[in-house]
């Protein structure tokens, strides 16, 4: 560190492991996550959900529902003022079901009352009558001419077509697998809660755990008739996100209901709800086949992947967009031949969840990876690191890679690294597959190492308007200088908010900044998702910083009868060329604050040729390896994940502990996704929604890792940033799917992998 | 709905006499969590966790008598020598928090067939005792308690007071399938106790048929085939033997949490590999 005349260098810029805001409060419960919004004169709202997956409402009965004491409104979808419907991309979602319902859970009724349980018992009472229909649950039929029709336009949402070198490729050495993931959940720990408080001026305004304000307000504003001046969104506390509040949940409910009622409505799912409440990962069935040369170089790659979008669009068409054109994996491959679908069922409907269209696909070309390395007889780590890009290789669909492509490094560094001892004469039970479970003590069980590599789009794709805007404000008070960093973009735990202190620290170099609380008083700053807010809202951020810093610097020349090429700012202080002291901040400014807002953008990207898929759809691509090894009890199939240790390359590492901590929790995701978690669907209903029967990783399940980051900037990006949260959850699960059939020898083609598929039983 | 709050036994057996409408709870681990999801509104909560009887062990007679209101983490650290078979189990409640909690009374009372308790005690012999104001103790074997899915022998004016399981005369296991390394809710689970001063075998099938239950064909084939006097090792083939007539003791279905046909088989490993552990253990300790 080097040392300034003044003494002082503010701690907690970029490249320091800054301390969170929230941190100690979220460690010792303090922290005011969305269910914890209250209001003195609020009633509660709740949601009455379609039983079926497919049924015509004849006719909705609310008469005993409203005589319940207690109840302050009931409504259905002939309350909504707008237009009744909503949606990401399409707004073919209504807002309250009105002639259909399409899924199981699909909100037909609201209520409120003063008190949540009687609401809900109000709920009950209310009569809907319904003619059930044949539902459509099996996505590979949903393109057949006789399945049930889903939406009126028919159910394909999206086909990516992706062609690209020889039509007819042929190859010495052909692979091929079918692969098939069940559906995921996000399993937020939050679960969605709002408040919606009526305005005097006749709107509304909404505190809600969001992912992104200005696309909520949008819908919200649709559907209400409103303006956006009417509708004004703060973001709540938000107990994680990974894509499941993308799309709306109580937005618009708790507003009609607080427009209705002229009180403040507060609504709040529980666990069992939430998991109807929101947006699973895809379902995917895949088909892929690779063709080589004998040396396990690829020739070829044809796959063939259907997605379950269920019944609505929500973001299907993008993931379609991801899993068509990433989800060939990181590899340099001369002709490609990708057909993705996405298809409309009476499903729950499935939409953004970390790592978006390329787990699902990564599993497949991760699988089909391994089948080569064997035919051609090299390892796992050799077949990718001979396929793998390197910086300046064109993508299957033609864009060059123009920063850094670190496939090789990433797989040697996981491969390099210490593999766990071998398990003792007399293992703890804890170290064992089943653990106090007690199922064995060490019989049946099988070691297996896998390998696996992705890369990732980081930021919005195919000429989406990608942007962020932020507001930064420099004064001083009370004699000291204040930094305000005030943007819409959403902190959902990944810490954002400590990113944002830590650029304003940087580009103004005072100590103390603070970020206020997200709302949509200010421009846009894009989605929390897409691994892309420390990029584009560090980037609109930083920009706004410079634009501060620049004019104040102009004022400190004027003041000084200096040149401002030479000044800087530095704590609360201006300097000169060497670092003298030439001003305190307080002089130049006196009372007065420099504020500007910028609206900042990455570079553009492109549509697709939609016969080739060829063009420039991403602006950044970032990569992952992991290594897993497993124990397995392949008599119970039972499995214990030994290690997961990975390697990435964020660019720069602006907060390096919060880098590692989202390398954990991705890495965990996609474990999870690779061994129990799934939303068992049958016959379009869930048959697991709680947390007894949706099973998540637990401290037992998830071993210590080594992780490995390295930085290579991007000369693009801010700082050389690189996007972080999604590749772990890519990478991850397809290395320990593979450790597990490497220790059992079992082709197992479908995640997750449960002890049925491993014992055969 | 009211909320009773007895202090004392007797007063908790008035109450359940004049209120058979009520609802027991004790740790509160399953009854909160029927609550939550408004499967079930009884007219009343009857909370027997201020009653200080129900919170005591001892031993009488060569058994534990075990308090309905102990949880199992005061199994886990009070009774592992006595039972080592029902505090393997209770090692695998939920997490520490239930287990701070969760009581086997409640468990019994609850009837699941996913109970971790049931396997061990049933593998014990272990005997319910339940009472009445109106006609005092009884005792009920507890292979004779599970009478149905979440269904047990108590009379509506009965409340469970202990259970007495025999201090362990040979080795036990309790063995768990879940299809994660902590906090679930078995897929399948087995439970054995050798009792070498009669020669016999016991067992306990979890989340495997409507009720839990034992595998007494299984339990007379073993106890018949065992060494007891020479203690030779147990051959690999009788091993597998029993498992398979634990298995065929089963009667599993297909549910969100595993197949019929896993059950089975899970259960024929477990068996097996339980019925060597402890064969080992015995022989060693000779």
């Known amino acids: 560190m080097t040392t300034t005349q003044t003494g002082v260098r503010t701690t907690g810029r970029i490249g320091d492991s800054a301390q969170r805001p929230d941190g100690t409060l979220k460690v010792t419960g303090e922290f005011a996550y969305a269910s914890d919004l209250w209001h003195d004169d609020m009633v509660w709202g709740v949601t009455l959900r379609s039983p079926h997956p497919h049924a015509r409402i004849r006719r909705i009965d609310v008469t005993e529902a409203l005589t319940v004491p207690g109840v302050s409104a009931v409504l259905t979808a002939d309350d909504v003022p707008g237009e009744n419907a909503y949606g990401l991309e399409h707004a073919d979602q209504p807002v309250l079901a009105a002639e259909f319902v399409r899924y199981e859970g699909e909100p037909v009724a609201l209520v409120a009352a003063d008190h949540p349980e009687t609401a ?12 059930v229909l044949p539902a459509l649950t099996d996505p590979r039929r949903a393109l057949d001419d006789d399945a049930p029709q889903v939406h009126p336009g028919g159910n394909l949402v999206r086909h990516l077509r992706l062609r690209r070198g020889d039509p007819e490729p042929t190859a010495p050495v052909v692979v091929s697998i079918d692969f098939e993931v069940g559906m995921q959940d996000q399993a937020f720990l939050g679960p969605e809660s709002g408040l919606a408080v009526p305005a005097e001026d006749g709107g509304v305004d909404l ?4 992912q992104w304000l200005h696309v909520d307000q949008r819908q919200i504003c649709l559907a209400l008739g409103m303006p956006p001046e009417k509708v004004r969104l703060t973001l709540a506390g938000v107990g994680g996100a990974f894509g499941g509040r993308e799309d709306l949940s109580v937005h618009v409910h708790a507003c009609l209901l607080a427009l209705r009622t002229g009180r403040p409505v507060k609504m ?8 109807y409440g929101h947006v699973h990962r895809h379902p995917a069935t895949m088909t892929y086949e690779f063709g080589a040369e004998r040396d396990g170089t690829l020739v070829y790659a044809k796959a063939r992947t259907l997605l379950d979008g269920g019944a609505y669009a929500s973001s299907t068409a993008a993931v379609v967009g991801n899993a068509g054109l990433l989800g060939l994996g990181p590899y340099r491959i001369p002709s490609v031949a990708v057909d993705a679908y996405g298809v409309f069922t009476h499903n729950p409907p499935c939409g953004a969840m970390r790592g978006f269209g390329c787990v699902q696909a990564a599993f497949a070309h991760e699988a089909l990876m391994d089948e080569l390395a064997a035919a051609v007889g090299v390892s796992p780590v050799e077949i990718r690191q001979r396929n793998g890009f390197v910086e300046g290789d064109r993508t299957v669909t033609g864009q060059v890679i123009d920063s850094a492509a670190p496939v090789a490094e990433l797989l040697q560094r996981v491969a390099d690294l210490p593999l766990p001892s071998a398990l003792p004469e007399r293992p703890d039970l804890l170290d064992l597959p089943g653990a106090v479970g007690n199922t064995t003590h060490g019989e049946g069980v099988h070691r297996g190492v896998g390998y696996a590599v ?13 942007y962020s805007t932020a507001r930064v404000r420099l004064q001083v008070v009370a004699g000291e200088a204040v930094a305000t960093v005030h943007t819409a973009a959403a902190e959902v735990g990944q810490g954002l908010v400590t990113v944002q202190q830590q650029i304003a620290r940087t580009e103004l170099g005072v100590e103390r900044v603070v970020v206020v609380p997200a709302d949509t008083a200010v421009g846009s700053a894009g989605s929390t998702s897409a691994s892309r807010q420390t990029y584009v809202t560090g980037g609109a951020v930083k920009a706004a910083c410079e634009a501060v810093r620049t004019a104040v610097l102009q004022r400190a020349a004027v003041a000084l009868g200096r040149p401002v090429a030479g000044l800087a700012l530095d704590g609360d202080k201006v300097v000169g060329p060497s670092g003298e002291v030439l001003a305190g901040l307080g002089e130049v400014l006196g009372d007065d604050a420099v504020e500007e807002t910028v609206e900042w953008r990455h570079r553009p990207t492109h549509a697709v040729d939609p016969e080739t898929g060829q063009g420039d759809a ?16 392949t008599e119970l199939g039972l499995v214990k994940v030994v290690a997961l240790d990975t390697a990435q390359d964020v660019g720069r590492a602006i907060n390096p502990d919060a880098v590692v901590g989202q390398i954990h929790g991705g890495s965990a995701q996609g474990m999870g996704l690779a061994l129990m978690e799934e939303v068992v669907v049958t016959d379009g209903h869930v048959r697991n929604p709680s947390f007894t029967d949706y099973l998540l990783p637990t401290i037992l399940d998830m071993p210590p890792m080594r992780v490995e980051v390295l930085e290579y900037a991007d000369p693009h990006a801010p700082y050389g940033v690189r996007g972080v949260g999604e590749p772990p959850t890519i990478s991850s699960g397809p290395a320990v799917a593979a450790a597990v059939r490497a220790a059992c020898a079992k082709p197992l083609r479908r995640v997750p992998i449960r002890p049925e598929h491993i014992t055969g039983t | 709905m009211d909320f009773l709050q007895p202090s004392s036994w007797d007063e908790a057996l008035a109450s359940r006499a004049e209120r058979p409408d009520a609802l027991p709870i004790a740790g509160g681990t399953d009854v909160m969590v029927e609550l939550n999801f408004d499967r079930r509104r009884p007219g009343a909560l009857l909370d027997l966790s201020r009653v200080d009887e129900l919170r005591a062990w001892s031993v009488e007679d060569g058994a534990v008598r075990l308090g309905a209101g102990v949880p199992y983490a005061r199994v886990i650290t009070e009774l592992a020598d006595r039972l080592p078979g029902l505090a393997m189990a209770a090692r695998t409640v939920g997490s520490p928090q239930i287990r701070v909690r969760g009581t086997v009374g409640g468990n019994l009372g609850s009837a699941s067939p996913a109970g971790d308790a049931h396997p061990p005690l049933l593998a014990a012999g272990a005997e319910v005792e339940v009472a009445s104001a109106a006609r005092g103790t009884r005792r009920i074997p507890v292979a004779e308690f599970f009478t149905g899915v979440k269904r047990n022998a108590l009379e509506p004016d009965e409340l469970i007071a202990a259970v007495h399981v025999r201090t362990a005369r040979g080795p036990q296991q309790f063995c768990k399938v879940g299809t994660r390394n902590a906090m679930v809710i078995s897929v399948s689970a087995f439970a054995l106790a050798l009792h070498p001063d009669r020669q016999a075998v016991g067992t306990g099938i979890g989340s495997a048929a409507p009720t839990p239950r034992r595998a007494p064909e299984a339990e007379e084939f073993l106890a018949g085939e065992l060494d007891w006097a020479g203690r030779a090792a147990l051959p690999e083939s009788l091993a597998r033997a029993f498992g398979e007539r634990v298995a065929a003791a089963a009667s599993p279905i297909d549910d969100v949490r595993g197949t019929a046909a896993y059950r089975r088989h899970s259960l024929a490993v477990l068996a097996r590999r339980a019925a060597t552990w402890a064969w080992d253990d015995l022989r060693r300790a000779a």
Request: negative net charge; charged residues 30%; proline residues 0%.
């Open chain 1, 207 to 210: 505190y809600v755990a969001t």
């Open chain 1, 268 to 275: 709040s799912y529980g666990r069992e709800e939430s998991f």
């Open chain 1, 120 to 131: 809900r018992r109000a709920a009950a009472r209310i009569r809907v009558h319904y003619e």
């Open chain 1, 618 to 633: 991403h602006v950044q691509f970032a990569f992952s390896a992991h290594r897993a090894v497993v124990d397995v009890d």
């Open chain 1, 454 to 466: 992705t890369y990732k789009n980081i930021g919005f794709s195919e000429g989406f308007d990608d």
